[in-house]
């Protein structure tokens, strides 16, 4: 990366996280609520499956909370407010069903 800072927001170990300047551990997919958009370009919404260790934030508060350090103001506050100016962006998760959440094992 030409000397450039590799951060990695990440769930796990891997072969990025041994590669990265900075790691910056995030919750997990069932360790979060979302939109994804499946094959047939549906979005679908999802619900954590289980609670993330203490401390662990989703990457996109993660994100927004080093953006406030750096004096950035970002209208997100909570994940309805994501899913608030996704449409926008993304016109497939205009009516993004909620799927049932699963029963934790």
């Known amino acids: 990366m030409g000397g450039a800072a590799h951060v990695n ?22 360790e979060m609520s979302g939109t994804f958009v499946n094959a047939k370009g ?35 506050a909570r994940l309805n407010d994501v899913r608030r100016d996704m449409p926008a962006k993304l016109p497939s998760a205009a009516g993004a069903s909620s799927a049932p959440a699963a029963p934790a094992s």
């Open 9 to 30: 927001l990440t769930s796990n170990a891997g072969a990025l996280t041994s590669a990265a300047s900075v790691v910056v551990p995030v919750a997990c997919d069932a």
């Open 42 to 76: 549906i979005a679908q919404q999802f619900k954590k499956a289980i609670r993330a260790p203490g401390g662990i934030k989703t990457a996109w508060e993660t994100l927004i909370e080093i953006g406030a350090h750096l004096g950035w103001t970002v209208d997100i």
